[in-house]
């Protein structure tokens, strides 16, 4: 079983939808949560980190249910820029490295 | 530019070649890190290091990969004899740990293609 394991999608949306992605990872001890979005062949940059009581910034929001070990990431009124490859990440444990899923494609369409 | 920089951007190589990496990380950034990425899939961690010191290196860190960071500042990343297989991105990433987590960034990354 993969650590960090997210549906790839792609997730085709028109502008304007709510869209939500769901990530599990496997590693009870794992610390920190993070939300990166990668824009196609550049890197991956941090959209948000990830709290047990959950955080937003503007249109996004992200849940993290540690029962369940798994995150959300919430998208409302979805943008043409929007578009990207939304990455999962996992971090702690006894690991220094960040644990990646490998991403979730959303398209948001005029 | 105060980011992760690295160098070259994009590399071709042929097949048994040696190709080498540079990463100059965020300068108060104590930790970088070595990604591999290739189409379709998450970053790889292939191996970290805090200050000068390699803490912890994935199985995918063959014999032929190695990484350096000798004066605790920009590292390199080597891969001798060159395979098709290691055709990929290549991410330095930093970080500085502290109460607020552990946020790392990016640096472009530097693509290889093995002809």
């Known amino acids: 079983r993969k650590e960090v394991e997210q549906d790839p999608g792609p997730f085709n949306v028109p502008e304007g939808a709510t869209v939500a992605f769901n990530c599990t990872y496997s590693n009870s001890a794992s610390q920190s949560f993070f939300w990166y979005r990668q824009d196609c062949r550049k890197e991956p940059k941090l959209l948000m980190s990830?709290?047990?009581s959950g955080n937003e910034d503007g249109r996004f929001t992200a849940q993290l249910n540690r029962a369940s070990q798994y995150i959300s990431l919430l998208i409302r009124d979805s943008k043409l820029s929007d578009s990207a490859t939304y990455l999962c990440?996992?971090?702690?444990?006894?690991?220094?490295?960040?644990?990646f899923g490998k991403g979730t494609k959303l398209s948001v369409k005029p | 530019d105060t980011g992760v920089s690295q160098d070259p951007r994009h590399k071709i190589t042929k097949r048994g070649q040696n190709v080498t990496f540079r990463c100059d990380p965020i300068s108060e950034h104590n930790r970088l890190y070595w990604y591999r990425q290739t189409l379709g899939q998450g970053p790889e961690f292939l191996t970290y290091f805090q200050n000068e010191a390699q803490l912890e290196k994935s199985r995918l860190l063959s014999d032929r990969f190695s990484a350096e960071r000798p004066k605790g500042s920009f590292s390199t990343l080597e891969i001798q004899r060159t395979e098709q297989g290691d055709s990929a991105m290549y991410l330095c990433?930093?970080?500085?740990?502290?109460?607020?987590?552990?946020?790392?960034?990016f640096g472009e990354g530097s693509w290889l293609t093995v002809v």
């Open positions: 990433a930093s970080s500085y740990p502290g109460r607020h987590g552990n946020t790392i960034y």
């Open positions: 990830v709290y047990s």
């Open positions: 990440v996992s971090h702690g444990g006894s690991q220094g490295n960040l644990i």
